[in-house]
Each structure stands twice: as structure tokens, then as C-alpha cells.
């Protein structure tokens, strides 16, 4: 428990610093390269902070053009890892309560990052909407299936959310297995250990165009979830 609140103390002033340094680079480089390498430097800085390294397999599998990265979600740091080593300039589909803080909001919506209502059904779906025009434009995006942080390490049932997503959008999924982060920081715990984060990427899956809209979605589902389980450690 020291551990992570020392690690704590050094990665949310960290944060403040990178996402400050971020918003004001926005208004110079409207492209997001320097956004992304932000990100991207954040991410290893508080990997390396926490002595977390990081095993990548399978980027061959990531096509050309946008993307929507489906993974599994056991901790915090998963997002840490996707951030540091997808090659990719990635975004990220995240609640819209996490717009409304200081700095670190601000800087989010200025990178490109896309808010999530998830206050009632009719705003759900139109953020849905929106998300999906912003990935045909040339977007590749993270999304966590799960919805939550699981706490045995096994796969949660599937939200049927990103699914509809990915077939409004139109375009590849990979799916994404992280083992060891479930053990480096452990959900609901204030817990951090020292430790290897394995990434294995899967080969790209197709939306369904030639299914109704509910068959396509549970193809989806039940080939993203197939991959995933595939390499996921008991």
C-alpha cells in the first residue's frame, strides 16, 4: 500500500504537468502528433515510475487506417500500457464526467478525445452517433468491452455498447488480451507491485454488413470475446 501511495504522490502532479503541457500545444498543432507524444511519454514515465515493463505481440495485426482496439480491462494501468506502446495515435471513448475536471478535461477534449453520455438511452445514442462519425473520419479509438475493471482476472460479460459502435462506424476491430496488470494493481485495491504487463494484438475482425443490425452485433461480440479469451491467462 506504500508503494502506490508514493507512486500517487509523484504520477497525479505528473499528470497535471503533462496534460497542461498538452492543452497549450494544441493550440499550435491542431494535427495531435504532439498530443500523442505527450501521451505516449506520460505513459512510459509512469510505467517505468511504478516498475511496470511491458511485452507487445502482434502489432503486424493492426491494419492501415483507423481502428477501434477492443481489450480486456483487469486495471488502471492498462490504459497506461495502450497509450505507451500502440504505435498508433489513439483516442480514447471515455465518460463524459471525466470532461468536467479541471486541466485535465480541458486537455482531453482539445486531443481529440471523445465524451460518452451515459446519463439516459437518447444521449447514449447520440454520443454513440457521434463517436462513430469521428472514427470514420480517420480516428482509432480504445474501448474496454468489460465496461469496469474485473476482479478475478476472468472476463466480464460483454457491453453490447461497443459493438453497436463498431458497426455504425464501419471499420476493423482488433481485438486486445493484457495479462498482469490485474496483478501489478489490483481493482478496487490500493495495491501496486512491481511486474511485466503481457499485450498480445489479434487479427483484425470485420463488421458484418450482410446480418441484420442484432446479428451482426452478436458475431461481433462473439468473435472479439473468442479472441481475447484465447490468450488470456487463468
Known amino acids: 500500500m506504500v508503494r502506490a501511495y508514493l507512486f500517487l ?9 503533462f496534460a497542461a503541457s ?9 494535427s495531435g502528433r504532439v498530443y500523442a507524444m505527450h501521451a505516449r511519454l506520460w505513459s512510459r514515465i509512469s510505467l ?24 480486456n480491462h483487469q486495471s488502471n494501468f492498462d490504459i497506461l500500457t495502450m497509450i505507451a506502446h500502440i504505435p498508433q495515435q489513439i ?7 471525466l470532461f468536467d475536471y479541471p486541466v485535465f478535461g ?14 439516459d438511452g437518447r444521449k447514449a445514442l447520440k454520443s454513440m452517433e457521434n463517436a462513430a462519425r469521428i472514427i470514420r473520419s480517420g480516428k482509432s479509438v480504445v474501448m474496454f468491452p468489460e465496461g469496469t ?26 481485438p486486445v488480451t493484457i495479462n498482469g496488470s490485474g496483478r501489478i494493481n489490483p481493482a478496487g485495491r490500493k495495491m501496486l ?16 454488413n450482410n446480418l441484420s443490425r442484432n446479428e451482426a452485433e452478436n458475431r461481433l461480440q462473439e468473435k472479439v470475446h473468442s479472441s481475447i479469451s484465447s490468450a488470456l491467462e487463468s
Open 91 to 97: 483516442h480514447w471513448i471515455a465518460k463524459k464526467e
Open 22 to 30: 498538452a492543452l497549450i500545444c494544441t493550440f499550435f498543432d491542431n
Open 106 to 119: 480541458a486537455s482531453m477534449r482539445r486531443g481529440g478525445y471523445i465524451p460518452l453520455d451515459r446519463s
Open 193 to 208: 507491485h512491481p511486474g511485466i504487463i503481457s499485450v498480445t494484438l489479434h487479427p483484425a475482425i470485420m463488421p458484418d
Open 149 to 174: 475493471r474485473t476482479r478475478d482476472l476472468k472476463l466480464l460479460p460483454f457491453k453490447r455498447g461497443g459493438f453497436m459502435l463498431a458497426q455504425k462506424a464501419g471499420v476493423p476491430v482488433v
Open 48 to 71: 517505468r515510475i511504478a516498475g511496470v515493463r511491458v511485452r507487445i505481440q502482434g502489432l503486424e495485426h493492426i491494419p492501415e487506417g483507423p481502428v477501434i482496439f477492443m481489450s
Open 9 to 17: 504522490a509523484v504520477f497525479i502532479p505528473l499528470t497535471l504537468i
